[in-house]
Structure formats: C-alpha cells, structure tokens
C-alpha cells in the first residue's frame, strides 16, 4: 500500500546535514520518513479517506481495524498518546497485521519511544520483508541510535524496492556521508534531487558534500537551488554565505 511522503541522528564533522543533526553551527534539517498507512477495509484494500464504516459482528479482525481506524483519528487530532493503546489493543487480536506494527512503531516515534518503534518496524519488516517504507523509516532510527551499517543496509533495502524513492535516496547519501563515504553519498543526492526536483533538503546536502570534498565552485549551485525551493531554509542561506566568504577569502 503506497504511504504519504513527508519530510521528518549522530553528528559528525562534516559540513553535511544529517538525520536529526547538521552542522555544529547550522539548525538541523529533518530526514524523510514516510507516514503512516491508511487505515483499512475489511477486505484489506485502502479506504480512500482512511475512515471507511465497517460491517458489524466481524470478529477479531473487524475489531481490530476499528480500533485502528480510531487510532488514526486520534493521531490525526494530534492525541498520540491515545493513539497508541488503541494499536497495541489491535495487534493482540491481529497480530500479524504488518501495518498496524508500522503505525504503531511511527506514533511511538513521535512520542520520543524510539527503541519501541524500532521493535514494531522490525516486526513489521518480519512480517512483510519487501515493505520499503519501514526499511527506511527503521533507516532513519538506526541512524539516530549511530548505527550506520545496519542503517545503510535498510537504507539499500528501501531503494531496492523502491527505486524512486528521493527520500530513501537521500536518507542513504546522509547515513554514507557520516561514514566518511562522501563520493557515495553524492550520488544519492544528485538522485534524490533528480528524482524530486523541488526537495530543497536533498539539494542542501548536495551541496554541503561538496563543500566538505572541497568542491567549493560546485556546491554554490545547488545551495542557490535549494533557496529558490524554500526561500526560509535557514540552514541553505547559512552554508551558502559561510561558502561565499571562503571563496572571497580564497581569492585574495
């Protein structure tokens, strides 16, 4: 089932904005996770407004898409902390239910309860191994946690499946850049940014890893890039004048 993409951590000293961390003096710029799943019919499809009334007297798993489907209520309310007993009422009746366990584990997440959302995405991805959406949202958890191979390897896993994912793209370039893999990582930008011309953070880590190869002439263009995107991305602005003054320096 196809999610909402939606822009959402150890740092390093690179000049590149990473998970949950830029730059010492640079505000961080959020990675990308994917939103949870719609809640569900009861023939599993997706309900197109993801509040579909159910039949009665279905039994467990009528039960438990109510429950789901409430908690997605509650979630979208703002009431997270609702939310999640809902979901965890859900998976005692139906607990092979792979987007229940995602859901879950992104509600934990925004809660601050990361190790338990990191339980629910696993089990998720035992659940269902080809759901790219969780290989990159574990991704990016790991990668909080500076757990970089293990992040890299869900990372892959997501573009494997989902070729034309940007934020998984970008996701990887970040992970492979706090491992030093600054080449690597320039080419997942330059795909993110292929992939979604207007992702003015993909473009932003474009040019912060050229900055940090050196490459000061070719990181002007996609900092300008990313301003033109999103005129109030404050960190663009910042590497872009720190740039600038190091070119003027480099000059004289």
Known sequence: MPKILRPLAACIGLLLLITGC????????????????????????????????LPIGLGASGESTRLVTEANKLAQAGK???????????????????????????????????DEAIQHYVEALRILPDYGEAH????????????LPAAVTNFEAAI???????????????????????????????????????YAE?????????????RLQDAISPLQTALQINPNLTPARNALIRLKTRLAGSAK
């Open 136 to 147: 990159n949202n574990l991704g990016n958890l790991l990668v909080k946690k500076g757990e």
């Open 202 to 214: 993909a473009w932003l880590n474009l040019g912060n890893a050229y900055v940090a190869q050196n």
């Open 22 to 53: 830029g730059p010492a003096s640079q505000a961080p710029t959020p990675a990308t996770t994917n939103a949870p799943a719609a809640s569900k019919t009861t023939n599993g499809a997706a309900a197109t407004n993801g509040t579909a009334p």
């Open 80 to 114: 997270l902390a609702e939310a999640v007993p809902l979901l965890e009422k859900a998976l005692k009746l139906t607990p092979d239910d792979e987007e229940t366990h995602f859901n879950l584990a992104f509600y934990l997440n925004r809660l601050g309860r990361s």
């Open 160 to 198: 494997k499946l989902q070729p034309q994912s940007s934020s998984a793209h970008n996701n990887l370039g970040n992970a492979l850049a706090q491992q030093g893999k600054l080449t690597e990582a320039v080419d997942h930008f330059r795909e993110a940014t292929r992939l979604r011309p207007d």
